[in-house]
């Protein structure tokens, strides 16, 4: 996994509340079988004006001109600033691989979906809770240009004008995104107490040890 | 030392290893594996030679993309047919129990689990899908998990997680005839919204969940995530240790007796805590329409499409201006004024034995309205499909003119080849109304199994608690 240390990047503003992962990534893309090649179908449905289905080549589709990241502006745009509950609905991973695969690194909203928030920290993207008017404030001051700079050590965002807005994370996450840690690893470094567990609940549940 | 709440003590239960910062690698005693999201996680497996912990504790079925329709022909769309092959292929390599399209024991995940037995009370189920919550309904701790956590299960029996906070919710007193655990879940939703649960595991209590059966305990529970929680849960009874009895994965004998005198203790103690309490009426509770794209936007059958112009926070407002815009529908407008083009019966919300007996009571002896398209009845599994045959359900749906399909997840999600096309308007059993969740341009009202099929034989929306011979 990718590691986030600092990131000092481009902001594109998607004002909606509960962007599901329907919307991030539709279903027909959740067909294939491999891991990466989601960024030109990430929110297909607002970004095109045509039907979008697995495999097409998307440098020829009719792109919607009112979609925040077809405006030349927020071309490379690696933050993504949104509104409550991003990311509910489905667990599909493909929404964190599809952002991801698109080129954003870091996601600032006031609330985030469970299971997606959790995603997204299996792959190197970082999703921050604000205030909802700390938000609003980031929404309202956005101008040509606009970037924030992030640094997960310190757990802050600095805006242009050096406004410092600290945020909270769990130091197990933050450990393992600083330093791009492949969870399963470190589980299995704790192989014995798996099986001392199983050896004690097998005695307490033994219809599961069968 | 105040008690413990149901999530507490499954919690406890589960425990490997504790972190500083509170979170905790807790054991997974069962996974339930689907084609659409465990590819790249046996692919990861592969790619760094590992196998897993412990293969008899994962159950793979193909549910999202297999046909309804003429299955001895296969799948048609070559992308479904690779997905599907790559999961029978990936069960072959690492020896991991699947049913495949052909075993009568195949249907959707979250049906097949509690059918088999194979989640069981007490046990931590997962699956990478969000509706794993479904088994809840037998004090079963189950939450959805991405990709790379099927892959972490998988190679390890565990998962890191932190611990969610305990929110009750009581249902005190009973339904009226026509209320259904649909209408229960989807009221909540209306109360709390779909961010309401973000944060916690929700107990579903009371007495209206008390008396429901374990398939309607099942569809409340299916909905706590799209109440936000990942976890619904429903303490052990009666109904619970008699539905589990006599199921193919589900412990004999001696053993089952030592099961059940375990299982008894799934339930929170009188003087546990919970971080929140929400406490709804029963009586209060009629058959609910959404009307939006979310399914917070909902209302009773008895009610009209709201007005943005009556929603104070601006947010909130632009998020109903652009529903009712997808919708095509208009403030004010009566919901039973809605007229349908297709009515979808299944999902793993919606799509057991007791579902369809509540669908086919109400479309019995009638016929699907002119200008419905397509109706369509899809079983939750193959044994549910069988006992519905036996029962004569198949024969009262396909004389009023639905279609009687095989097993899947189908129009839930349009995976496969069902699907609305744009601008189509669908009464559907199933869980999320999203934009496009039904096909591209598809427009969704979630209902109940006895609402949509009554929508189904009147073309547009009808209280079902004023159509004659309706006991449900």
Redesign the interface.
């Known amino acids: 996994m990718k590691a986030f240390t600092q990131l000092k990047a481009i902001v594109a503003p998607l ?4 962007v ?1 992962t ?2 991030i990534i ?3 893309f ?6 990466a090649g989601f960024g030109p179908y990430l929110f297909d ?1 607002w970004r095109y004006l045509d ?1 979008g289905e ?2 097409m080549d998307c440098s020829t589709r009719p792109l919607n001109p009112d979609f925040v990241l077809n405006k030349p502006q927020y071309k490379d745009a690696q933050i993504l600033l949104t ?3 991003f990311g ?6 493909h929404a ?1 691989w599809a952002l991801e695969d698109y080129g954003f690194r870091a996601i600032i909203a006031p ?5 997606f928030y ?2 997204c920290f ?2 190197g993207l970082l999703p921050i809770v604000l205030d909802a008017d700390v938000v609003d404030s980031l929404f309202n001051e956005m101008e040509p240009g606009y970037q924030l700079a992030i640094d997960l050590e310190a757990q802050t965002v600095t805006t242009p004008t050096g406004r410092t807005i600290h945020f909270d994370i ?3 996450r933050k450990f393992r995104l600083l330093n791009g840690l492949d ?2 690893a470190l ?2 470094q ?2 014995d ?2 099986r001392a ?2 050896a004690e ?1 097998a005695k ?5 040890f ?1 | 030392m105040a008690g413990k709440t149901l999530y507490d003590k499954l919690w406890d239960d589960h425990v490997v290893s504790r972190e500083d910062d509170g979170s905790a690698l807790i054991y997974i005693d069962r996974q339930l594996v689907h084609e659409v999201t465990s590819p790249q996680a046996f692919e990861g497996l592969r790619l760094a030679g590992r196998k897993p912990w412990r293969t008899e504790r994962n159950l793979a079925v193909a549910d999202h993309n297999v046909p309804t329709t003429d299955r001895d022909k296969g799948i048609a769309d070559p992308v479904s047919r690779l997905q599907v092959e790559t999961l029978d292929k990936n069960c072959r390599e690492f020896g991991i129990t699947e049913f495949d399209m052909a075993d009568l024991r195949q249907g959707i995940v979250h049906v097949v689990g509690p059918e088999q037995g194979a989640t069981l009370p007490g046990m931590t189920v997962v699956c990478g899908d969000s509706h794993t919550s479904t088994h809840g309904a037998s004090a079963a701790l189950a939450f959805g998990i991405g990709t790379s956590e099927v892959e972490h299960a998988l190679a390890t029996q565990c998962l890191m997680q932190k611990k969610s906070k305990n929110m009750l919710i009581r249902v005190d007193g009973n339904v009226a005839p026509g209320v259904t655990a649909k209408d229960i879940v989807l009221a909540i939703i209306g109360k709390i919204g779909t961010a309401g649960g973000t944060g916690y595991a929700i107990e579903f209590a009371g007495e209206a969940i008390r008396q429901l059966s374990m398939e309607g305990r099942m569809t409340v529970c299916n909905m706590a995530i799209e109440a936000g929680a990942r976890t619904g849960l429903i303490a052990v009874d009666e109904a619970t240790i008699d539905y589990y009895q006599h199921r193919p994965f589900a412990p004999k004998g001696e053993l089952w007796d030592k099961a059940v005198d375990a299982w008894q203790q799934l339930h929170s103690d009188a003087d546990a805590q919970f971080d929140k309490v929400v406490v709804l009426d029963a009586a209060g509770i009629k058959p609910q329409v959404t009307w939006g794209t979310s399914p917070e936007m909902v209302v009773a059958v008895d009610q009209s499409v709201p007005d943005p112009a009556d929603e104070t926070d601006s947010v909130n407002q632009q998020s109903m201006q652009r529903a009712l815009e997808y919708m095509a529908l208009t403030p004010g407008q009566n919901i039973t004024d809605i007229h349908l083009d297709k009515v979808f019966i299944g999902s793993c919300t919606n799509s057991r034995i007791e579902d369809l007996r509540q669908a086919a009571e109400v479309a019995s002896g009638k016929k699907v309205a002119a200008n419905i398209k397509q109706a369509l009845v899809v079983p939750g599994s193959g044994l549910v499909k069988k006992q519905a045959e036996e029962e004569g359900l198949d024969k009262i749906f396909i004389e009023a003119g639905f279609e009687w399909r095989d097993p899947g997840c189908s129009m839930c999600l349009a995976m496969n080849a069902d699907r609305l096309e744009a601008g189509e308007r669908c009464a559907s059993t199933s869980n999320r109304n999203f934009e496009g969740r039904q096909g591209y341009g598809g427009r969704t009202h979630l209902v109940s199994p006895a609402m949509a099929a009554a929508a189904a034989v009147n073309g547009h929306f009808v209280d079902i608690r004023k159509q004659q011979g309706a006991q449900l």
């Open positions: 004002d909606r509340a509960n599901d329907d919307a539709p279903k027909q959740l067909k294939s079988i491999r891991r449905e039907r697995p495999e509104r409550e509950n509910c609905g489905s667990s599909r991973e964190p609330s985030f979906a469970d299971i959790n995603n299996k792959n769990d130091e197990n969870d399963i589980t299995l704790q192989a107490k798996i567990y199983e609940r307490r549940a033994p219809w599961l069968q």
